[in-house]
C-alpha cells in the first residue's frame, strides 16, 4: 500500500500496451470523487440515473465495454467521500425519463444504477461501498438502488436489510463467451448467487451481455436460460427481470482492446456489422438490422417459455 503525495498515479507505464495494462489493472486507488464525478448522469435504458462508487474493474474481459471509455492505463479508483456521493441522489427522485416515466415501470420509483462503470461487487471485499449503498436505499421507498455483477460473494448483501429496494442483476453469458471473461466467477456460481439473493428478498435481474451470434447460438443460450430458470426454480414470488444486450463496439474500442488481449478469438469485423450512430454525435459498429430481429424474437419467445414470470425490460 501506497500513499499518494498528489492525486495523480505514477509509474503505471510499461514498455509496451500490454505491461501497461497489467500494472493498472493489479492497482486498486482509494481516491476522493471530485464534484464532477459525483453529479449523476442520465443513463437510458437501464435507469434514471446513474453514478459512481468507482470507476474502473478488477475483471478481464475481452469485449469490456469500458475500453476507451475511461482516460489513461485501466487502473480501479474506488471514492472514499460516499456520503458525499450518496448525497447528490434524493434531490433527484422523481426525475429521470425511465423508470420515472414509465407507467410499466413506475413502482420501481426513480431508479440509480451504480455499475456503469465498474463492478461494485468485485471489489466489495475491500470497501464495502455496495452494502452501504443498500442500506442507503433501504429507507427510500421512492427511489431504487440497480447494480450489475459477474461476481458471487453475496453472502454479506444477502444479510443486510435492504427492503427490496436494491435490485441485484447477474450478467451472465453461454460457455464460449464465458471464456473471454477472466477473473470473473462462473456463470453457474453467478446464477447460484442470483438465487441467493432473490431467497433474500431481493429483486433480481439478469443482464445477458454481450449477446453474440456465435456457432450454434441458439442452443447455447437455450441452454443459458434454462440454467438461469433452474436457478429461480422454488423462489417465492421471485422478481425477475432481463436486459438484453448485443455486442458492439467502437473504432476506438477495438484498437484499446487489440492491445490488452491480442490474441482474442473476440469478431470485431467491420464488414460483418452496421455502422450507428450514437446520440453522442459517435458511431458504434452493430450486427445487422435482419440478424437483430432474428436475435429479440429468439430471446423474447425462449424467455417466455423458461422464465415465464420474468419481465424483460428491453433489447438493445
Given at each position: 500500500?501506497?500513499?499518494?503525495?498528489?492525486?495523480?498515479?505514477?509509474?503505471?507505464?510499461?514498455?509496451?500496451?500490454?505491461?501497461?495494462?497489467?500494472?493498472?489493472?493489479?492497482?486498486?486507488?482509494?481516491?476522493?470523487?471530485?464534484?464532477?464525478?459525483?453529479?449523476?448522469?442520465?443513463?437510458?435504458?437501464?435507469?434514471?440515473?446513474?453514478?459512481?462508487?468507482?470507476?474502473?474493474?478488477?475483471?478481464?474481459?475481452?469485449?469490456?465495454?469500458?475500453?476507451?471509455s475511461l482516460p489513461g492505463p485501466p487502473v480501479t479508483r474506488a471514492y472514499a467521500n460516499l456520503d458525499e456521493i450518496l448525497a447528490?441522489?434524493?434531490?433527484?427522485?422523481?426525475?429521470?425519463?425511465?423508470?420515472?416515466?414509465?407507467?410499466a415501470r413506475a413502482h420501481e420509483g426513480t431508479t440509480f444504477e451504480a455499475s456503469c462503470y465498474t463492478d461494485p461487487l468485485g471489489?466489495?471485499?475491500?470497501?464495502?461501498?455496495?452494502?452501504?449503498?443498500?442500506?442507503?436505499?433501504?429507507?427510500?421507498?421512492?427511489?431504487?438502488?440497480?447494480?450489475?455483477?459477474?461476481?458471487?460473494?453475496?453472502?454479506?448483501?444477502?444479510?443486510?436489510?435492504?427492503?427490496?429496494?436494491?435490485?441485484?442483476?447477474?450478467?451472465?453469458?453461454?460457455?464460449?463467451?464465458?471464456?473471454?471473461?477472466?477473473?470473473?466467477?462462473?456463470?453457474?456460481?453467478?446464477?447460484?448467487?442470483?438465487?441467493?439473493?432473490?431467497?433474500?428478498?431481493?429483486?433480481?435481474?439478469?443482464?445477458?451481455?454481450?449477446?453474440?451470434?456465435?456457432?450454434?447460438?441458439?442452443?447455447?443460450?437455450?441452454?443459458?436460460?434454462?440454467?438461469?430458470?433452474?436457478?429461480?426454480?422454488?423462489?417465492?414470488?421471485?422478481?425477475?427481470?432481463?436486459?438484453?444486450?448485443?455486442?458492439?463496439?467502437?473504432?476506438?474500442?477495438?484498437?484499446?482492446?487489440?492491445?490488452?488481449?491480442?490474441?482474442?478469438?473476440?469478431?470485431?469485423?467491420?464488414?460483418?456489422?452496421?455502422?450507428?450512430?450514437?446520440?453522442?454525435?459517435?458511431?458504434?459498429?452493430?450486427?445487422?438490422?435482419?440478424?437483430?430481429?432474428?436475435?429479440?424474437?429468439?430471446?423474447?419467445?425462449?424467455?417466455?417459455?423458461?422464465?415465464?414470470?420474468?419481465?424483460?425490460?428491453?433489447?438493445?
Open positions: 500500500m501506497v500513499e499518494l503525495r498528489s492525486n495523480r498515479l505514477e509509474g503505471l507505464r510499461g514498455a509496451n500496451e500490454r505491461e501497461t495494462y497489467r500494472r493498472a489493472k493489479s492497482t486498486l486507488a482509494i481516491t476522493v470523487a471530485p464534484p464532477s464525478a459525483r453529479r449523476p448522469q442520465p443513463i437510458p435504458p437501464s435507469a434514471d440515473w446513474q453514478f459512481h462508487l468507482a470507476r474502473g474493474c478488477p475483471a478481464h474481459c475481452q469485449y469490456c465495454y469500458l475500453a476507451g447528490e441522489l434524493p434531490p433527484l427522485e422523481g426525475q429521470g425519463t425511465v423508470t420515472s416515466r414509465q407507467r471489489i466489495e471485499h475491500l470497501t464495502g461501498s455496495l452494502a452501504a449503498a443498500v442500506r442507503f436505499f433501504a429507507g427510500r421507498p421512492q427511489s431504487a438502488l440497480r447494480f450489475t455483477t459477474k461476481y458471487d460473494a453475496v453472502e454479506d448483501l444477502a444479510q443486510l436489510v435492504h427492503g427490496a429496494r436494491t435490485r441485484a442483476r447477474f450478467s451472465v453469458n453461454t460457455r464460449q463467451a464465458a471464456g473471454m471473461e477472466g477473473g470473473t466467477a462462473p456463470v453457474q456460481a453467478r446464477l447460484e448467487a442470483m438465487r441467493r439473493l432473490a431467497m433474500a428478498g431481493y429483486p433480481v435481474g439478469l443482464t445477458i451481455a454481450p449477446i453474440m451470434p456465435i456457432e450454434d447460438w441458439k442452443t447455447a443460450y437455450a441452454e443459458l436460460l434454462e440454467a438461469a430458470g433452474n436457478a429461480v426454480e422454488g423462489v417465492e414470488d421471485v422478481d425477475l427481470t432481463v436486459e438484453l444486450i448485443t455486442h458492439r463496439f467502437t473504432d476506438t474500442s477495438k484498437n484499446v482492446l487489440r492491445g490488452w488481449y491480442p490474441g482474442s478469438k473476440l469478431e470485431m469485423d467491420e464488414s460483418r456489422r452496421t455502422l450507428k450512430r450514437t446520440r453522442f454525435g459517435g458511431s458504434k459498429h452493430v450486427y445487422p438490422k435482419e440478424l437483430m430481429r432474428e436475435m429479440r424474437a429468439f430471446f423474447e419467445g425462449e424467455i417466455a417459455g423458461r422464465l415465464p414470470s420474468a419481465t424483460v425490460l428491453y433489447f438493445t
